[in-house]
């Protein structure tokens, strides 16, 4: 019984304290807590600045088209045989015949015509011997007053009057004898054209080159003038672009031209001719009045490179307006505005910088760096409003 109390007094000195673990473990989880809630870097991408080569470019839709096109018309009315070339048909000047025209014969006479015919025919001839009796009438005066003239009894004022009164009766004499021709040839055309079918009319083309279109290909009837086919040379080619007056404004006849999406496996090339000098109005697809202007291009590249774009092919132009081959540039999506001027992010030490910069020329995916930056400066690409100025950032090369 006296050893009880001995062997509990024991106890305690076998256990070690452990009163400081509740504060380490809330030392512990206030760190973890404030590293949860210091804000990671954020990770964006970044481009280095660099010098290359550099060109700004206006770029537009353009159609080709043939420099020069002729088009063959009808030279008579009446039946057109069947066209037989095609479009793409080879044809040369004067020589390849493209269509024959049966002429429409003259309508006949019916008898009331006829009567009209034959008087009209009368009263021509009538008028005929009228005007040779007035002719024979002003030259015995005329000869009367070149007598009284020589003599110096009449002035010239009269003389210049015989003599104009003669003019005027010969001229009489001459439009009666055609009037009476026309009555004539009216009768016999109307009382032959039964008899004597007319002959086929060839139609030979007027142009070296290939049939473009064949507006009348069937048998029918045609009128004088009606247009038949097109022809024109597929080899010298040119590109109508149209463009905003303001870009036009910037082009100078000579910039150079790049062709894109024209079906072939690389680009070609082409110089600007002409930018024409009016604009006119144009609806845009979003509904918006545009001022546009035409700008003329010449194709440069061989006929042997491009045999397959033909007339009013569809392409995408690129007009040089600057180059050059040596600028310091950054890509357009590092730069944005702030305020009134040009503003960029750097990369240093980890964290985001804003650097005011002051830019130049733009290709459209690069831009010029006139001054803010150098060479190897990291630029972020895409800043948006989700980065700050000294905000913790993770690189990403892209």
Do not use: C
Request: proline fraction near 6%; aromatic fraction near 4%.
């Amino acid at each position: 019984m006296t050893a009880t109390p001995a062997a509990s007094s024991s106890r305690p000195s076998k256990r070690p304290r452990r009163r400081w673990l509740p504060y380490l473990v809330a030392v512990v989880a206030i760190i973890l807590v404030v590293a949860g809630l210091r804000p990671r870097p954020a990770p964006v991408e970044v481009a280095a600045t660099a010098y290359g080569s550099l060109r700004a470019t206006v770029s537009e839709e353009g159609k080709t088209r043939i420099k020069q096109r002729y088009v063959v018309s009808a030279p008579v009315s009446g039946q057109l045989q069947r066209v037989m070339l095609k479009p793409g048909a080879k044809v040369i000047a004067n020589q390849t015949v493209v269509a024959t025209i049966a002429p429409a014969p003259a309508s006949p006479l019916d008898s009331r015509n006829r009567a009209l015919a034959l008087a009209r025919r009368d009263a021509a001839f009538a008028m005929l011997e009228k005007s040779r009796t007035a002719q024979d009438l002003a030259k015995s005066e005329l000869r009367r007053v070149e007598q009284l003239y020589a003599g110096k009894t009449l002035s010239p004022q009269d003389l210049e009057g015989a003599q104009m009164r003669e003019t005027t009766a010969a001229r009489d004499v001459v439009a009666s004898l055609g009037t009476l021709r026309q009555a004539e040839a009216e009768i016999a055309d109307a009382t032959n054209s039964a008899d004597a079918p007319a002959a086929l009319v060839e139609v030979k083309a007027n142009a070296t080159g290939d049939v473009l279109h064949v507006f009348q290909e069937s048998q029918r009837v045609v009128a004088q003038g009606t247009p038949l086919l097109e022809i024109g040379d597929p080899a010298d080619l040119e590109v109508a672009i149209e463009m905003l007056s303001r870009d036009g404004a910037a082009i100078a006849p000579g910039a150079r031209v790049e062709f894109e999406q024209w079906g072939g496996p690389t680009p070609i090339e082409g110089s600007v001719r002409l930018v024409e000098p009016a604009a006119f109005t144009k609806i845009s697809a979003l509904g918006v009045e545009e001022q546009r202007v035409l700008v003329v291009a010449d194709i440069t590249t061989p006929i042997e490179q491009r045999r397959s774009l033909g007339d009013n092919f569809r392409v995408e132009a690129h007009v040089i307006v600057w180059e050059s081959d040596r600028v310091l540039k950054v890509p357009s999506s590092g730069v944005f505005r702030h305020g009134s001027d040009w503003a960029a992010y750097l990369v240093r030490d980890g964290r985001a910088v804003l650097i005011p910069v002051k830019v130049g020329r733009s290709s459209g995916r690069e831009v010029q760096v006139l001054d803010g930056l150098k060479d190897g400066d990291e630029v972020i690409l895409y800043p948006g409003d989700r980065i700050k100025d000294g905000q913790r950032v993770k690189p990403l090369k892209v």
